[in-house]
RNA sequence: UGGAGUGGGCGGAUGAUCGCUGUCCCAAAGGGAUGGAGGAAAGUCCGGACUCCGCAGGACAGGAUGGUUCGUAACGCGAACCGGAGAAACCCCGGGAAAGUGCCACAGAAAAGAUACCGCCAUGAUCUGUUAUGGUAAGGGUGAAAUGGUAAGGUAAGAGCUUACCGCUUUCAUGGCGACAUGAAAGGCAUGGCAAACCCCAUCCGGAGCAAGACCAAAUAGGGAAACAUUCCACAUCACAGAUGUGGUGAAGGGCGGUCCGUCCAAGUUUUCGGGUAGGUUGCAAGAGGUGUUGGGCGACCGACAUCCCAGAUAAAUGAUCAUCCCCCUGCAAAGGGGACAGAAUCCGGCUUAUAGCCCGCUCCAGUCC
RNA sequence: GUCCCCAUCGUCUAGCCAGGUCCAGGACACCGGCCUUUCACGCCGGCAACACGAGUUCAAAUCUCGUUGGGGACG
């Protein structure tokens, strides 16, 4: 394995950061789970969390840190550079990072198949 | 052996790689060392520490607690004991209803110092079916609850009317720090229930809470002050609306307009001051601390000595993967699946609630054998 | 994090403080009937609730404790 950190400095941490992704960004819906990006004009991307309606400190946890476990690992699983806020609701049961990277994978594929439809058409 | 009750403990372990985070060291990026969730961290139900505000002293109001004695910083917590209830252990309950007020639906004669529905008894009347008056509260009936209980005597029938025992009340004696227990004497029954109804008694309590509080401190708006500017200011004169003269200062913004003039609009510009927001620092972790030995105490707990430092994040760290072992389930095996409840946010002492599985101790009941 | 409040038919509510006549009343909605040529209005009837679990009490929607759910204040 070669390191892969994830520092402070890419995790989305103010409101108004939030409020920027949710103003500009493009979404992409999947199962108790909305995928919200914008491109930042960095050469990294960055993340944010928003978890909803899960009352649960320890699930709330697990949620978060699988993740940003996910995300440690795949640092560019979307394109340009952009801000990621993942955007989670009650009901969100995926309990390990290999779930998780499947369902993300598929979401992605999903999309840019139908993005990639619309630009030949 | 089976069942029941009750108290305590554990809450998967080790290693590797990749990450996050506190502290320390080297220090330029960065690197190294070391620490990193709980018994409930939860609910926020009590009690404290701490901080700010208030405060002569006292009383009232309001709130909380409620057998006794200890323990504790304190408590609504704990320990031991007392009483009640109860197959047993255990659990549970705990001031006052003979200070006052209030309530006790329906049923019932009567729900608290008033009385008699069915009855029982006596006397009178009588059409022999009953009826009037009086006595009585033993029995029946009502109800959640009915005016001491049982037995004997007694009586017209009955009744603490009398007696014995039990209960109750009062007084005394003995034991105990005390709650209370035991014994004796007297009274002759007076005292229904509800205080998680108002209330009375005793004790305790000032209010807010780390988003407390302290410090540093952008931008924007607003406030105070000063300077400058505005067909302005100061002084003098006049016929006092205003004009003139002298001196000072300065001719700045926007709209109409090609430009000047003109006209309309707005009140500004600079400096500085303090309050204070975002943001940051602090409070913020060595404590009513843990562990071991030992002394005191029935115990809760207290003392002495030694030793250890054991989370401090802030849109908020404690995670992921792999391997080996442990426990449980399925299975002949190989193998597969699972390991509860749950996540620190100023810190402690409790209570309450959630909790798979496992381990240990004590008590009671039943059965079998000796 | 700290501190508070609330929970009753499908909806809005009364009753709770002072327990009993409450298997809980009213309005709107819904269902059925009457009226009307029909609809509406009106009249009659019906359906339907005390968040959950313990305790106190003879008796709990009401009093006490706990649990659950919902809402609010403090930067």
């Known amino acids: 394995m070669q390191p892969l950190p994830l520092p402070k400095s890419i995790l ?4 108004w950061e939030y409020r920027a992704v949710y103003g500009n960004g493009r979404r992409i819906r999947g199962n108790h789970l909305t995928i919200i990006y914008a491109p930042n004009g960095t050469d990294q ?18 949620i978060k840190r699988i993740i940003r476990e996910f995300f440690r690992s ?8 952009s801000d990621i806020v ?36």
């Open 45 to 62: 991307n960055r993340l944010g969390i928003s978890i909803h309606g899960i009352k649960k400190a320890v699930t709330r946890n697990r």
């Open 12 to 15: 989305l941490r103010k409101p």
């Open 86 to 121: 993942f955007a989670v609701r009650n009901g969100f049961n995926v309990d390990s990072p290999l779930m998780i990277k499947k369902m993300i994978g598929h979401m992605v594929r999903s999309t840019s198949t139908k993005q990639s439809r619309t630009e030949s058409l």
């Open 74 to 81: 795949n640092r560019s699983f979307i394109s340009p550079s």
